[in-house]
């Protein structure tokens, strides 16, 4: 982490406008500014003197990096008011300008010159540690642990950095598990900060463990609460937070949703190389922290009581928000496939998602790739990369009516990708890990078994909507009615529901959750962003 663009140095101009609203404190040779697991006090500006970033260990501390004059502390922590991964302590004694997180977040969101130079290293810094895994968080856990690859894809989709320890190959995993008196069936294990041990700990627990979720007022009446932190909810979130409105978003595991864990979007305007969907989602993520919406993740949504205003989601840990406006973006999630052993081998051997996580497990060796639609294309094109051979099965004849052409070409130029339509899986086998798979032709009704490891499935999708009945109207499929689709004769309002209001007044509905919505990454964000102007106007009524 030594670029100019991670670690800059202010102009004149910056410190000046910095200077007006900080304060100066001198520093001593060895005082700790900051400590590993704390929040941070104030953003710090280095006048004179010098700052070492470093990672504390058992063997001692592991530099980072060195903060010179006119260059500055932080990362994206630091806005979103989590804990610090890292130590910073004086090298050289010195002069710092120490400027307050309230003003902090003043600057990036008034003005758009420091903002740019600002957000760009803090982002950066953050992937630099991510790509180091200097955190403050150990996983010990195995290749074959399905609990393992659930943690290692929420604390990845979670930007969270962290260094992983596999009991099956690294030589020293022993002298770990015995000074923490842990063995090898307690699998997987979290350490927090080298003090807290959590054994297959639940997603809540590691967020509540690692601090991700800014401490909040369940009593505060919020102007809208948006559930879903995928594309659509945090377009909602950005454009609701940056006009002013109080917001509060809930996610049950990520941000990004199902598009975060795409390898390559090609078709989102304004990205003629693609991007992938984790890139797209951490962005928007620290796009609406910026702005100051409130974002929390692996707290889930139970249920939505509409019988009077303010609104009250109720959380399934019980406790309950209450707000004048919801915007429901809980979006949908892949179908499992009609056979029950594939089940069983959830996270070892069979995957929802193909990203470069499941894609190292399975790294030379053949996949199958269940599904005909874009987001199994797109992991076909990705595995491919990687892996000996992809084999895409579908029941249908082929991929012309369901894939986007693009994808569809990518694929016939890939010699190590065949498409084997007609195909339907009826079983599974193995021990602890997937080994066989059992397919029918639909067509013939003839069975064979293939020797595979590693299957991605992507076939279709479900509304996440079992959280709302009882208070909105959905279709016979279960996605939400909107607008004109909703039954006038029990709207309470003399005027019409707008276009992406649900039954109930003043909720309402974005992306792939609602009903005739479009299933594109563009069109979800389009959602999300209208939707905060129909909030506005039901704030006003």
């Not at 081998?345 to 060796?365: H, I, K, Q």
Request: net charge neutral; proline share 5%; charged share 20%.
């Amino acid at each position: 982490m030594t670029t100019d663009r991670t670690f800059p140095r202010l102009s004149a101009a910056q410190l000046e406008r910095l200077a007006g609203i900080g304060q100066r404190r001198t520093c001593a040779e060895g005082e700790i500014v900051v400590d590993q697991g704390e929040v941070a006090p104030g953003f710090f500006v280095v006048v004179s003197g010098a700052l070492a970033i470093v990672q504390p260990t058992e063997r001692g501390e592991q530099p980072l990096g060195m903060l010179r004059e006119g260059q500055f502390t932080g990362e994206v922590s630091l806005i979103t008011g989590r804990s610090t991964l890292v130590r910073i302590r004086v090298a050289k004694p010195g002069e710092l300008l120490v400027i307050t997180p309230e003003a902090l977040r003043k600057i990036v969101q008034l003005d758009p010159d420091l903002s740019e130079v600002l957000m760009r290293a803090f982002i950066l810094r953050r992937v630099g540690l991510i790509a180091a895994g200097a955190g403050d968080a150990v996983l010990v856990g195995s290749t074959h642990s399905a609990a393992t690859l659930r943690i290692r894809e929420f604390l990845g989709r979670n930007a969270q950095p962290y260094a992983y320890v596999d009991v099956d190959q690294d030589p020293d995993v022993q002298a770990l598990l015995d000074r923490f008196h842990l063995s090898v069936g307690d699998v997987p294990i979290l350490i927090c900060r080298s003090q807290r041990v959590l054994k297959n700990p639940s997603n809540l627990e590691i967020a509540q463990c690692l601090g991700l979720n800014p401490a909040f007022d369940p009593a505060l009446v919020r102007d809208v609460v948006i559930v879903g932190a995928g594309p659509a909810g945090l377009a909602a979130a950005v454009y609701g937070a940056s006009e002013g409105l109080d917001v509060l978003v809930l996610e049950i595991s990520a941000p990004g949703g199902q598009a975060g864990a795409s390898t390559r979007i090609e078709n989102y305007l304004g990205f003629p190389t693609g991007i992938s969907g984790h890139e797209l989602a951490g962005r928007a993520y620290a796009q609406a922290e910026k702005f100051g919406a409130e974002i929390v993740v692996a707290r889930a949504a139970a249920a939505l009581r509409c019988e009077r205003r303010p609104y009250a989601v109720e959380l399934s840990d019980g406790a309950t928000l209450h707000a004048r406006t919801v915007v429901i973006a809980t979006g949908v999630q892949y179908r499992k496939p009609d056979s029950p052993a594939l089940a069983r081998f959830e996270g070892a051997g069979v995957y929802y998602a193909a990203t470069a996580m499941e894609a190292e497990l399975c790294r030379g060796e053949d996949a199958v790739v269940i599904g005909g639609g874009n987001s199994a294309g797109q992991a076909a094109v990705f595995l491919a990369q990687r892996v000996r051979s992809v084999r895409i099965l579908v029941r249908g004849r082929g991929l012309a009516d369901t894939m986007s052409r693009y994808l569809v070409s990518r694929l016939e130029q890939t010699a190590n990708v065949s498409v084997q339509p007609f195909q339907q899986v009826v079983g599974a086998g193995g021990g602890d890990h997937l080994e066989t798979l059992e397919v029918r032709d639909l067509r013939a009704g003839e069975r064979r078994s293939l020797a595979i490891r590693h299957v991605f499935v992507m076939t279709g999708a479900d509304p996440n909507t079992a959280w709302l009945q009882g208070c909105v109207a959905l279709d016979e499929k279960g996605f939400v009615k909107t607008g004109e689709a909703v039954d006038r004769s029990s709207w309470p309002l003399p005027r019409a529901p707008w276009i992406l209001e649900t039954s109930a007044p003043g909720v309402f509905a974005v992306g792939d959750v609602r009903s005739g919505s479009m299933k594109r990454v563009a069109a979800a964000v389009g959602e999300g962003s209208t939707a905060i102007q129909l909030v506005h106007r039901a704030l006003a009524e």
